[in-house]
């Protein structure tokens, strides 16, 4: 049979299991060659890990705040680029500005702050435990004599 006699719906045919096959293939090497995140942070080096670590909670916070800035610029009729108070590096007035969204020093001492806080009130609460099971030895020793 010539080319010209088939039938078009065997080009079209052809033209979709053909594509299939490509886009399934594609997907079957995604999903296999593509690290997780886990495994990816697992092939990290220690220096870089623990770097990734200690950050994690600042890049939250920064990321909390990006989106605070996005919900105040969707209420706001201006356009764009001119909403909110991120700076753009190409405009003169946004050169020179730090790019980052929450202080770095202030954030890592509010950090340190509550960790102190926390051990603190973890040790008052071990004490007034303390206290109390003391308290009630000395009841039961006098009431055992």
Known sequence: MSA??????????RVY???ACIIGTGVLLFKYTVPTDEELISRFSPEIRADYERNK???QQEQQELMKIVKET????????KAGPIKSPFEKDGRGVDPHLVDKTSFFKNE?????????EKA???????ET????????????W
């Open 4 to 13: 010209a006699r088939r039938p078009a719906w065997r080009a079209w045919a």
């Open 17 to 19: 299991v053909t594509g």
């Open 57 to 59: 909670k600042l890049r």
């Open 74 to 81: 969707y209420k706001s009729n201006d356009p764009i680029w």
């Open 112 to 120: 340190e702050d509550n960790k102190r806080k926390a051990e603190i």
């Open 124 to 130: 008052n609460a071990e004490l007034e435990e303390t």
């Open 133 to 144: 099971l003391l308290k009630s030895s000395k009841k039961s020793w006098w009431k055992f």
